[in-house]
């Protein structure tokens, strides 16, 4: 029904903005997938659009875009990272920061796990001592 609208020519209206053979190509990527029904298709490729729609206007109406007149990947970071609705996405849409920033945390992130390997060593350490006197003690 729906998949033979989309069969028309080029200049007429179309249901769905998306490429719908983009669309297979992506839903038969997986492994679990052999064959695609056009109606599945249709389906997916619309609930992508109204999906992105949402995204967007959430993120514009949310974020910095209404000063701006403009939608900004910060606003849709920050969608992904603020709202649990979109927080799926916060690995697909991190924050951008400065890889002079990164770089430091990581070197942070490097020395505070050295910090925390030489406590565990000093503890086992202290272990080892106060059972060392524990087996002397024992032993006198």
Known sequence: MAAARL???????????????????IMKSSPEVSSINQDA??????????????????????GRGKEKRALTYSDL?????????????ADILPKKILASKY??????????????????DDDDDDDDQEEESEEEDAES
């Open 103 to 120: 770089l430091k945390m990581l070197e942070r992130e490097k020395r505070d796990g050295e910090m925390e390997e030489e406590e565990e």
């Open 77 to 89: 970071s920050h969608t992904a990272e603020e709202s649990e609705t979109f927080q799926f996405l």
């Open 7 to 25: 069969s028309g020519g080029g200049g007429e209206n179309r249901l769905v903005s998306l490429p719908l053979s983009r669309i297979r190509v």
């Open 41 to 62: 298709l249709f389906l997916t490729a619309k609930a992508t659009e109204l999906f992105v729609q949402y995204l967007a206007t959430y993120s514009y109406k949310h």
